[in-house]
């Protein structure tokens, strides 16, 4: 009873009006559309039951896609963090222009896919900065095309993906370190703990929760990278580069409207189910 | 104390380098955007022959920025305050009640971070409700698409803050919305700047949505007015990026300004534990 | 407090759909005078010739728009007749799914520029959304084969041409071939030796744009270009289900040999990392011999390099060298809209003799209308001889009944080895089988 009355219904009512009216439905709808053979070439709308997904499971593409989607994310998702977190402790303690550091480790975030993309075609393209630098310092050897190999393209998206979100996560871990209080870290420091100790039975206790979520967020936006890897390198070359965003995209470019929705369906339950996974495990050391 | 002193100063040299791989490619293109066509071109930190600064005159002009800039400050600034505002409200329900069925809402509220929204219902629900094509349906539609990971964000915050609070406040007497709005939003202060940049960083870089949602061409926003210089056989870089430039200014700024309300907040976000 | 918050929290529900409710008068821009009042609007619009001022609903690509040069008959035209034109621009990437949508969802413009093939017309539903030109004055002064082959869906025409035939080969560096004294090759042996001499001399033969992928189909649509003339029913074969594509011999072998000159060193080392303003460059200074291409680039690339000396040559194949017609864009207009009538209006306008001849000087490109003199480009004007001597044929993906998908991603495959030849022409097989069950194309 007391329950109810200190929080209320109505708190959560306005947002969930919002969301039910304009993100529900539209999307369920949509899930539907991925049962029919929707397309732009016609207008009457027949079920076709699963039709679109057996021939999905039968492209190669598909599995292609997946695949790189799952490596892309998995790569983006422990750099992002292992660097943010890398940050967000490092700038917490005194350093000289503290808050500027803050600010341009996350001002790449402010930036849209476009500027981030233009502006790594030039760093990375084999003439550009990265590999004059290479050579500045002796590294000439290490110096390739990095977006426009295929072995590399994945791998070089990824990298630049961490570039422009490290901040993000930093951010959120920042954020969370504030909630650190001061007492507990002096009395830990009294009772003769090194730094590392204290990071380990102070520190990433208080802040798991926010690495919880931090991780599963970045799981789950690398899973749906789209404008970054499209702005980079297009999918490509060649395919090389794609992801299930891209490969979407293209089967909607083709008026394959039904067939790109069902790829959509397979994506969300990926997703859904890895971080659903990864809540499990992570969000255990909350309760 | 000298150690001390030598660990600030070897932080600082530290940090300095390491902003360097953020900062050199910015300047890439800063350079980019005083350059002219031909010098645009090429792939190095080169300085231009003559500061162009010209340029950004001919972007302001043609990529009509200042019609932009009110469209989107609009846009954004709308979405960011429903956002925030109801989403906050329903992340601390959804953190502190204990029914199932509230950990189902939860549940849904997360979905919405994984799927797909499609645009072909959604705009047909909006020209239903007869705000297709206007600010309000795009500003409804963002909020519904951002209320997610706005409802995700705080709930992490909020968990960290113990119930003890919440009940001793109650004894005293609080209501649930003294309590809501007295006790724990200020402590949460940190996180909702937090969620407020994020959400504003991606409203006013948005343009897919906006591009699908808004068909008057006098209501767009500053992310379009970079497609005013491209072209398939000669794209005009230099204005390319000193558009891009410009529309992420007012962003820049306002990191700062909440960057340090952040950690203002500090104090009032540290629990005593 | 608690009540300033709640009511600020009501508020902010029952405003949000307030201005739900209350936009009676928002909603899409083409509900101007819509529901009863057309029918008497238009008895009095009979009777009293009062012309009130338009506004024209344009949706068109942003980078048409930046250079096609179309604006100046736009200004004209809202000067002569008081009506505005209210420009929707959308990159070409997302154009296409953003006007299925706008017609999905019944927002439409009243004018539509939009590609000239008659696989993405398709998509358009144009019996349903397009109005029919075929019988309009103007039509007869479009150029034969122009109407014959784009800008057309199951006979009947819905759309004029407001571009040039851009037509595809080789353009080349002038000077280059002069310091060597090479010919002009007009089989693929020659061909071949031509670029194993330019190579000798430390040169480029063939650059590439592997980066910007477009550039790499047109080498193929060149090629097919001499092997559909030899072979005038391969594609009504292939639009039937009764050939696929990796079953046309020359075609596999054309992409080999698009395949090989890699092998033989006549293409770029950065060829994966090659964008379009490179490939510019390098036959612009020099630094390449030729490059595979339409002569749209010419304009960009003697704007960019004004001092480069560039002509062009149709491409090789066996023994014959053919040149490629791509599609034109075409201008459509909407059927059913309040400004339906105007928008045809516009359309003549545009169709006059005086703007058209005014428009292909500027752009200087080989006119889609008949009757007009138009001075050309330097490598436009080589290739206007060949397609005189009908020494032309459209794109293959232009006459095919629908879009052939990714094919630049394929090609890319191709170069960098993760593709043969023959399992391209597969995939491109596959992409259009998708394709053609989706529109319900017979056969398939």
Known sequence: MLHRRMYPIWFVAP??????????????SGFYYSLTDWSPYKDNIKFVGFEQYRDLFQTKALYEALKNTIFYAAIVTIFQNGIGVALALFLNAKLIGREFFRSVFFLPCILSALVVGYMFSTVLHPEGI???????????????DWLGNPDLALYAVAAVNVWQWAGSSMALYLAGLQGISKELLEAAVIDGTNYFQRLRYVIFPILMPIVTISVVLGLIGSMKTFELIYATTGGGPGDASIVMNIFIFKQFGQGLYAYGTAANVILFLVIGIMSLVLLRVMGRGDK | MMSRRVGVYVRTVIAAIASLVILIPLYLVFLGSLKTGAEVVRLDLSLPKDWLWSNYQEVFVKGKLLNGFKNSLIVTGSTVLITVFTGSMAAYFVSRRTEKWVGILFFVFFAGLIAPPSMIPAIKLLQTLNIAGEYAGLILFLTSLYLPLTIFIMSGFIKALPREIDEAATIDGASSFYLYSRIIFPLLKPSVATITVFVALYTWNDFLNTLYIISDSKKWTLPFSVYNFVSQYGTQWQYVFADLLSVMLPMLIVYLFLQRYIIDGMTAGSVKG | M????????IIAV??????????????????????????????????VDKKEPVTLKVMVASEWLNEKKWQPIFDAYEQETGNTIEIQSAPVNNYMDLVNTRLATKDVPDLLFYWGQEGKIKQLQPSKNLIDLTNEEYTARITPSVKNYFLSNEGKLYGIPVTGLNVSGVIYNKKVFNDLGLDIPTTYDEFLATAEAIKAAGIIPVYEAGKEGWPLQLYTFSAMASVINSQPDVINQVNANQLTFDQ???????????????SLGYVNDDLFSATLDMSMEAVATGKAAMIFQADWQIDPILTKYPDAEIGMFPQPYG????????????LYALADTDNSEVAKEFLAYFASEENLTEYFNAVKSIPTWTGLTVELNPGTAEMNEHVEAGKAVPFFNALTVVEIGDYQGLLQQLYGDKLTAEEVAKNLQENIKKAAKAAGIEGF
């Open chain 1, 15 to 28: 947002a969930f009006i919002i969301f039910a009216v304009l993100y529900i439905f539209p999307t369920v």
């Open chain 3, 248 to 262: 046309i011999a020359d075609y596999v072998n054309a992409l080999q040999q698009q395949y090989d000159l890699k």
């Open chain 3, 319 to 330: 023994q014959d060298a053919y040149a490629g017609i791509s599609d034109p864009i075409g």
């Open chain 3, 2 to 9: 608690l009540r300033t918050f709640k009511l600020l929290t």
């Open chain 1, 130 to 144: 990265l590999n004059s630098l290479l050579e500045l310092v002796g590294l000439g050897a290490l110096s390739n």
């Open chain 3, 14 to 47: 029952f405003g949000a759909l307030l201005m739900a409710c209350s936009n009676g008068n928002g909603g899409t821009a083409t509900n101007n005078g819509s529901g009863g009042a057309t029918s008497n609007n238009s008895t009095q619009q009979s009777e």
